[in-house]
């Protein structure tokens, strides 16, 4: 094993191999944000290793005995408020997208105790193009929401490594919602703002338009005449692919650990 790994001229496996580790390493981030999603929003109680609030690359088991570097994480974590989502797209071998996720949903169901507690867990469908490649689900108590959007088998939906977000990616794919869930929603990790047409459907274009997985939350009717901060997403108009730059994680959607 130590030989085939060794750099040099003469070793023209490794770099064929790095490639393909490449490659796959990507998708298998994007996996490991659609299960670390779903881990907090389904019924139960979400088991998190410590530690494995970053990558954790074990061939086995993760071990609550193994030394953790909890400064790098503190950092990491105090860095986040500070970064545009985007940037965390581009840092994603870090693994602070997942740190961010998993701060994020823990921090709202701390706020909501009742809709995990005691709420409804509703599957949810989709239709269109790549329905089969999307797994949805809603929490429900009272007047709160919270609905999570993963991808499945990334390495089918696109064969660009790349973060699979906005309608090229998603086409005509659509969510539909529950009947009586809210018109108007926020995405908690980027803070974009969502409203659905009357079919009480939304594009995926429109969720995941710059985030490869999305917890939505309801939003209060608004005022008369107020338009909502961020993005007004109508979603019987569709939307354009996400562009540079982005919303920064904790602007109007995430809250801060100690909030």
């Known amino acids: 094993m130590t030989t085939i790994l060794a750099p040099g001229p003469d070793n023209r496996f490794l770099p064929d191999f790095t490639e393909f580790q490449q490659r796959i390493a990507a998708f298998g981030a994007i996996n490991s944000l659609s299960q670390t999603l779903l881990r907090l929003v389904a019924p139960g109680v979400p088991d998190i290793y410590q530690g494995s609030e970053l990558w954790d690359l074990s061939l086995v088991d993760p071990d609550n005995r193994r030394p953790v570097d909890f400064t790098r994480r503190q950092a990491l974590l105090n860095a986040l408020p500070g970064r545009e989502i985007a940037d965390l797209l581009k840092d994603w071998q870090s693994g602070s997208w997942k740190q961010y996720i998993i701060q994020s949903s823990l921090a709202w169901r701390r706020e909501h105790p009742a809709v995990f507690q005691h709420g409804e867990y509703i599957p949810l469908e989709a239709q269109g193009r ?18 999570a959007v993963v991808p ?5 939906l696109s064969k660009s490594p790349a973060p699979p977000v906005g309608k090229r990616v998603w086409s005509d794919t659509e969510l539909s919602f529950p009947q009586t869930a809210p018109r ?38 608004r005022e008369p005449g107020l338009l909502p901060k961020v993005w007004s997403l109508v979603c019987s108009i569709g939307t354009r692919d996400a562009g540079n730059g982005g919303p920064k994680p904790g602007s109007g959607g995430a809250r801060s650990p100690g909030n």
């Open 184 to 221: 108007r929603w926020s995405n908690l990790f980027t803070g974009e703002h969502l409203e659905l047409s009357d079919t009480q459907r939304a594009p995926l274009a429109a969720i995941l338009r710059s985030f490869p997985v999305a917890l939505l939350v309801d939003l209060p009717d």
């Open 152 to 156: 499945r088998f990334p390495a089918q």
């Open 130 to 147: 790549h329905a089969h490649h999307l797994i949805s689900c809603a929490r429900h108590a009272g007047m709160s929401w919270a609905i």
